[in-house]
């Protein structure tokens, strides 16, 4: 599978996820489709990184596009989720990508000093948390550990990158849930554990085709980029008119 795929896979789940969120806010079904949205921009986000870590200019260049994705996003984001217009208690995903790749950036500049790549990491998926931005700590964590793995998939056969994929998810998902638990103790980890378990199915099942990832980035055309590129507000600039029209009214 390429890269074209996994994007195009990224923006139908995402939208499922937030139409649900919207106008379906019982179906297990369209929220579980959503999990797929997140797991696969993080793999997105430390396969750009793989391939940008030495070319500087692109990097700033990514990161002042995220920063611009959160300027123009967080309000219909609000708007989307809650109904407000300014509402800090959640933000929006691009901050954690922001934060992801941020780290990387950040930490790559400290290659032999895994100490310090360690803190950096540690205290970006802090950052995460404390701003409230969606997928928290464990977010920025899962696109680390999709660097890392990715640095080394291709010399894997797909039963070890299987293996591998599932390690990280079974690492990421209590992580995730004790995030969502406010870390409220064993008793509100648990009781989030058991009423996501659904969403512990669909992570582990995307193990299977992130495995068969080929490093191929597959169609390109400058039609395509732009799309993925700006498909995250615009989708939710049409969220916000449904929810005004058909939703708050």
Known sequence: MTSFVFKIIAMVTMVCDHIGTL??????????IG??????YAFLMAESFRHLRDRPDRITYHLQK???????????????????LDNPSTQTAAFTLLLGFGALALADRFRDNWKTQALIYLSAAAASYYIRSNFKLAGVLLIVAFFYYLQQF????????????????LAYWPIYILGLSEFGGVQAWIDTFVRRLPWLAVHIALVVPLACYNGQLGYRSKAFNFVYSWFYPLHFAVLSLVRFFFVAG
Request: glycine fraction near 2%.
């Open 35 to 40: 999990r797929c949205a997140f797991v696969i």
């Open 154 to 169: 291709e010399h894997l056969s797909v039963p070890r990158r299987m293996l591998w994929l599932l390690a990280i998810m």
């Open 66 to 84: 995220l920063s611009l994705l959160i300027l123009v996003t967080e309000v219909p984001y609000d708007y989307v989720e809650t109904g407000s």
């Open 23 to 32: 106008l379906f806010p019982d179906s297990v079904a369209l929220r579980c």
